[in-house]
């Protein structure tokens, strides 16, 4: 199973960038998938969550109103679009495949500058 995260970079605050995750390995329909994000020296904490289907959606508080996120199963592609992004959005970003098993990607660095 391989999760390629793509799409981070530098950016200014109030600006927009959109992560992708490319699965690979696994029947990409039936998981359900997330994005994590970590900061050196904190603990991983959840981002956003899509269902299999992609009818059901869950967000952090943090994030709520700013970021969305979507999923391909024709594209085995989970994204996550970042609008009005702020300094404290800086972090390396995960996607995540879960169900029985969970399966973790790679990561994608966020830069977000004042």
């Known amino acids: 199973v391989q999760l390629q995260a793509s799409g981070g970079g530098l950016v200014q605050a109030g600006g927009s960038l959109r992560l992708s995750c490319a699965a690979s390995?696994?029947?990409?329909?039936?998981?359900?998938m997330d994005w994590f994000r970590q900061v050196p020296g904190k603990e991983r904490e959840f981002v956003a969550a899509?269902?299999?289907?992609?009818?059901?959606?869950y967000y952090a508080d943090s994030v709520k109103g700013r970021f969305t996120i979507s999923r391909d199963n024709a594209k085995n592609t989970v994204y996550l679009q970042m609008n009005s992004l702020k300094p404290e959005d800086t972090a390396v970003y995960f996607c995540?495949?879960?169900?029985?098993?969970?399966?973790w990607g790679q990561g994608t660095l966020v830069t977000v500058s004042s």
């Open positions: 899509i269902s299999r289907n992609g009818a059901n959606k």
């Open positions: 995540n495949a879960y169900r029985a098993l969970s399966y």
């Open positions: 390995g696994l029947s990409f329909s039936t998981y359900n």
